[in-house]
Nanobody, 116 residues
Framework: QVQLVESGGGLVQPGGSLRLSCTTS????????MGWYRQASGKERLPIAS????????YFESAKDGRIFISRDVAKKTVYLQINSLKPEYTAVYYC?????????WGLGTQVTVSS
């Protein structure tokens, strides 16, 4: 299992921005992909965005409003999720995911609360 540690969550006012970070114990180029998911209270965990070993990025349905951007720093073994113009409905636990072949590893998550 790949070790993943998320950070950067917190309480943010509507309209604000956050950058979440996920640092892995493994060299990113040894992973098939890394990505972010979010899970609101009482709801299922949904994918947001992912980046492949080759740097190809996919944005899923929950990220197609132009507010969310994923990036990575291979040297720092870190993947980032930039979220702009936050809305209350973005309140959730954000999880980092790493995939090696068919095996998924997860971080413990970081809470993002959007509220005034």
């Amino acid at each position: 299992q790949v070790q993943l540690v998320e950070s950067g969550g917190g309480l943010v006012q509507p309209g604000g921005s956050l950058r979440l970070s996920c640092t892995t114990s493994e060299n990113i180029v040894n992973l098939n992909s890394m990505g972010w998911y979010r899970q609101a209270s009482g709801k299922e965990r949904l994918p947001i965005a992912s980046v492949s070993v080759r740097g190809l990025i996919d944005y899923f349905e929950s990220a197609k409003d132009g507010r969310i951007f994923i990036s990575r720093d291979v040297a720092k073994k870190t993947v980032y999720l930039q979220i702009n113009s936050l809305k209350p409905e973005y309140t959730a636990v954000y999880y980092c995911n790493a995939r090696v072949l068919r095996t998924d590893s997860w971080g413990l998550g970081t809470q993002v609360t959007v509220s005034s």
